[in-house]
């Protein structure tokens, strides 16, 4: 099974994860940012990685799904959240719901199973995240997709 990994950021809490995850799982792993654009087709899982920004994921993985469809996904592949994010009421469940309609509208099914751990922001909360256990946690959890 091939998974791809897609930070929205080319740096921040989101990407330590996600490109911690992708090397200890021999993944491949992308930026929004990056110039060339994956062939999509040959993945079977593909993981959408973002913080949570006022319920929603960040404007580079917007702009990145922007130019995709449906088609352009191996029949059968599995897309899924994985979010960084301080904790803060339900945001997880907001974002993960906005992204989930903004994909069915282009016919593309957001799997149920998100992923989150706590990120820091500013060093003022959760300064020490995210950490070792969170990277295993999702690498867990990335084992089972």
């Known amino acids: 099974m091939s998974t791809l990994f897609v930070s929205a950021k080319e740096d921040g809490n989101t990407f330590k994860v996600l490109s911690a995850v992708s090397l200890a799982l021999g993944s491949d792993f992308v930026t929004a940012a990056d110039p060339i654009f994956p062939q999509l087709k040959k993945y079977d899982t593909i993981v959408l990685g973002s913080g949570v920004y006022a319920n929603r994921v960040h404007r580079n993985l917007l702009s990145w799904l922007d130019i995709l469809c449906a088609e352009d996904f191996k029949e059968g592949s599995k897309v899924y959240l994985f979010m960084t994010w301080i904790g803060r009421g339900s945001s997880n469940k907001a974002t993960f719901n906005s ?7 282009k016919n593309i099914d957001l ?9 820091n922001m500013k060093k003022l909360i959760w300064p020490s995240h995210p950490n070792e256990q969170d990277i295993l946690k999702v690498i867990d959890w ?4």
């Open 99 to 105: 992204l989930a309609s903004y994909l069915a509208e």
């Open 111 to 119: 799997q149920p199973s998100w992923m989150e751990c706590y990120g």
């Open 142 to 145: 990335a084992k089972g997709l």
